[in-house]
């Protein structure tokens, strides 16, 4: 039974590692606003279709991290009544779900919304209405991926608290260092990582 939960472990650990998409999407489209106009050329259409293909992933990620973490409680002899009782679980539970309807959002409305636009003018220079309509549904989904990031690093930051809390005032300053480096991932191209 230990060899199962360390492989379940190991998985849900990578799983993580996995969702860590949301920076590398920021730093993608920081990198992509320094190309400037014009917008729709293959430049843009290259990094739309990286951005918009990786949604499915991002899903059999999210359900990985939800099924390994649930086994973890389980075969830990746990009920599910410990996401009540354990504040990180809990809340881990919750940030999960929040990225889970995130991504359902940008994925059946925000994207194709974003696509429609592009078929609009396929071909054609971009009228600078359907141009503001595309960067305004862009600064909403970038938006979005910084909020993805803030919860999966929260959520990394949390699994290490579920079987040994750390102090409130830690968490509290782990918290805003995730919230400052989010911040700095949305708005610069991060060249020195952490620095």
Request: glycine share 6%; with cysteine.
């Amino acid at each position: 039974m230990e060899t199962l939960t360390g492989i379940i472990r190991v998985v849900h650990v990578l799983t993580a590692v996995l969702m860590a998409w949301p920076f590398y999407a920021l730093v993608a489209v920081n990198n992509r606003g320094r190309l400037g106009p014009p917008l729709g050329d293959r430049t843009d259409t290259y990094m739309e279709n990286i951005i918009k293909n990786r949604t499915t992933p991002c899903f059999i990620f999210q359900g990985t991290a939800l099924v390994t973490g649930l086994a973890l409680i389980l075969l830990r002899g746990m009920g599910l009544g410990v996401l009540i009782t354990n504040a990180a679980l809990g809340f881990k539970f919750l940030l999960l779900m929040l990225i889970a309807a995130v991504l359902t959002y940008v994925h059946v409305s925000l994207q194709p919304a974003i696509d429609r636009l592009f078929a609009t003018v396929s071909g054609n220079p971009i009228s600078q209405e359907v141009a503001a309509q595309i960067q305004t549904l862009r600064l909403r989904r970038k938006r979005l991926a910084a909020v993805c990031l803030f919860a999966v690093l929260t959520m990394v930051m949390l699994g290490v608290q579920v079987w040994a809390a750390f102090p409130v005032w830690l968490t509290v300053v782990l918290a805003a260092a995730i919230a400052a480096f989010t911040w700095r991932a949305y708005a610069s191209l991060t060249p020195y990582g952490w620095a």
